[in-house]
């Protein structure tokens, strides 16, 4: 069972904001990358954002300039901020960790653990 919950998921028109949350369990976040992944009905999981053990972010370039990852040690979670939401980023938002952020934003096949997904809606 993973050790990782995500929330904040909901219906959004486009053009909206909306902040995801993930709390992690078991484990201190800053000894990992943690990040996003999405996925839509009938494809595969991508990339979307990760921050690094130490602090720096990276981002699938469909998000960037639109979606903020940042993270709260003290709490123990990640966060998602996003804003300027299209219709394309109607999908389940998972939560994952990994020792190499890159595997999470551009190799997210390779990834072993993720919490149980929350859903994000658009539509006007």
């Known amino acids: 069972q993973s050790q990782l919950k995500e929330s904040g998921g909901g219906s959004v028109e486009p053009g909206g904001s909306l902040r995801l949350s993930c709390a992690a369990y078991?484990?201190?976040?800053?000894?990992?990358?943690l990040g996003w992944l999405l996925q839509a009905p009938g494809h595969p999981r991508e990339g979307v954002s990760a921050?690094?053990?130490?602090?720096?972010?990276t981002y699938a370039d469909s998000v960037k300039d639109r979606f903020t990852i940042s993270k709260d040690v003290d709490k123990n979670t990640i966060y998602l901020d996003m804003t300027k939401i299209e219709p394309e980023d109607s999908a389940t938002y998972y939560c994952t960790s990994d020792l190499n952020c890159a595997v999470i934003v551009h190799s997210p096949m390779w990834l072993e653990d993720w919490g149980q997904g929350t859903l994000v809606t658009v539509s006007s």
């Open positions: 078991a484990y201190a976040i800053n000894n990992y990358c």
């Open positions: 921050v690094y053990s130490n602090g720096p972010t």
